[in-house]
């Protein structure tokens, strides 16, 4: 079983059970008016996504991202001070790490689930060698999570196991929560979406974490307009890539930290840990 946390629970055993179990959940970390507030500012572009173009993605599944430019609700999701804290130590290896995606996950109605992976296949598959995680993921519960209604599905403690494994439908569990609780996961952990068979829609709020040598999956600089990237908390803009990873990557022209463009004043530094 998946191991629940309250949302005062030590960050240290958070990221020692991730470590073993590769998921957890924190009960309860967002407040039902934050998920709320996320979810309205969201919904018209929400209601303008397209289902998903193949059955990983989900054709009735409808994947709605772009939310620190969408929405200034998720932002305090993205910088969750629990969730940061717990990043922190399971991304420590690394001199930096960064967001990796943003997007709402509308799992709808009468929908199969999505076949079991490990979100670091996204890494081209490469085997990246065990206990060194390259990602911290969070799935915030913008609905209850309900084994019916398409509650992620997770093989507790397979961030152990070998990679590129097959798991049978039978060997993974549902990971039920009340709206606003977050599901906290590594990108070695087996999971998938759930199948839904009730007829009402499944949310789920998917904000990722990876170490910042390796590339973004959703790219910040092209889906938050310079305007409002420019408006932001500096350690925010740094999370979203606006900063070196490790000793050189990305940096601009005479090797000047990217966070310059957005503030010409800004002092140099890496800082992702928080
Ligand atoms: O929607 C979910 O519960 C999980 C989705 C997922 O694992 C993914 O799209 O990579
Ligand atoms: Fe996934």
Same mark, same amino acid.
């Given at each position: 079983?998946?191991?629940?946390?309250?949302?005062?629970?030590?960050?240290?055993?958070?990221?020692?059970?991730?470590?073993?179990?590769?998921?957890?959940?924190?009960?309860?970390?967002?407040?039902?008016?934050?998920?709320?507030?996320? &979810?309205?500012?969201?919904?018209?572009?929400?209601?303008?996504?397209? #289902?998903?173009?193949?059955?990983?993605?989900? $054709?009735?599944?409808?994947?709605? #991202?772009? &939310?620190? %430019? $969408?929405?200034?609700?998720?932002?305090?999701?993205?910088?969750?001070?629990?969730? =940061?804290?717990?990043?922190?130590?399971?991304?420590?290896?690394?001199?930096?790490?960064?967001?990796?995606?943003?997007?709402?996950?509308?799992?709808?109605?009468?929908?199969?689930?999505?076949?079991?992976?490990?979100?670091?296949?996204?890494?081209?598959?490469?085997?990246?060698?065990?206990?060194?995680?390259?990602?911290?993921?969070?799935?915030?519960?913008?609905?209850?999570?309900?084994?019916?209604?398409?509650?992620? =599905?997770?093989?507790?403690?397979?961030? =152990?196991?070998?990679?590129?494994?097959?798991?049978?439908?039978?060997?993974?569990?549902?990971?039920?929560?009340?709206?606003?609780?977050?599901?906290?996961?590594? /990108?070695?952990?087996?999971?998938?979406?759930?199948?839904?068979?009730?007829?009402?829609? $499944?949310? /789920?709020?998917?904000?990722?974490?990876?170490?910042?040598?390796?590339?973004?999956?959703?790219?910040?600089?092209?889906?938050?307009?310079?305007?409002?990237?420019?408006?932001?908390?500096?350690?925010?803009? =740094? &999370?979203?890539?606006?900063? $070196?990873? %490790?000793? %050189?990557?990305?940096?601009?022209?005479?090797?000047?930290?990217?966070?310059?463009?957005?503030?010409?004043? %800004?002092?140099? /530094?890496? /800082?992702?840990?928080?």
């Amino acid at each position: 079983m998946v191991r629940h946390f309250a949302a005062d629970a030590s960050p240290t055993d958070i990221a020692e059970t991730l470590a073993q179990d590769g998921a957890v959940v924190v009960d309860n970390a967002a407040s039902a008016e934050q998920i709320d507030a996320v &979810l309205n500012e969201m919904e018209p572009y929400i209601e303008a996504t397209p #289902g998903g173009a193949d059955d990983f993605a989900g $054709r009735n599944t409808k994947r709605t #991202g772009a &939310l620190i %430019a $969408r929405s200034p609700t998720a932002r305090e999701l993205v910088m969750d001070p629990l969730v =940061r804290a717990v990043t922190d130590q399971v991304l420590g290896h690394a001199t930096n790490y960064q967001l990796h995606l943003t997007q709402i996950i509308s799992i709808g109605p009468d929908s199969p689930a999505q076949s079991i992976h490990r979100d670091q296949w996204a890494f081209d598959f490469f085997s990246f060698p065990q206990g060194y995680e390259v990602q911290c993921n969070t799935i915030w519960a913008g609905t209850d999570f309900t084994e019916a209604n398409g509650a992620t =599905r997770v093989v507790v403690g397979s961030n =152990r196991r070998e990679d590129k494994l097959k798991f049978a439908f039978e060997e993974t569990e549902p990971v039920e929560m009340t709206k606003g609780s977050v599901l906290i996961y590594t /990108g070695s952990v087996y999971h998938g979406g759930g199948p839904n068979t009730t007829d009402e829609t $499944r949310v /789920g709020i998917n904000i990722t974490y990876n170490v910042a040598w390796l590339r973004q999956e959703e790219n910040q600089y092209l889906s938050v307009p310079f305007d409002v990237a420019a408006t932001l908390d500096k350690d925010l803009q =740094r &999370l979203m890539g606006y900063a $070196r990873g %490790a000793y %050189a990557l990305g940096y601009i022209d005479d090797v000047r930290d990217p966070i310059c463009v957005l503030n010409p004043d %800004a002092e140099a /530094g890496l /800082g992702s840990f928080t």
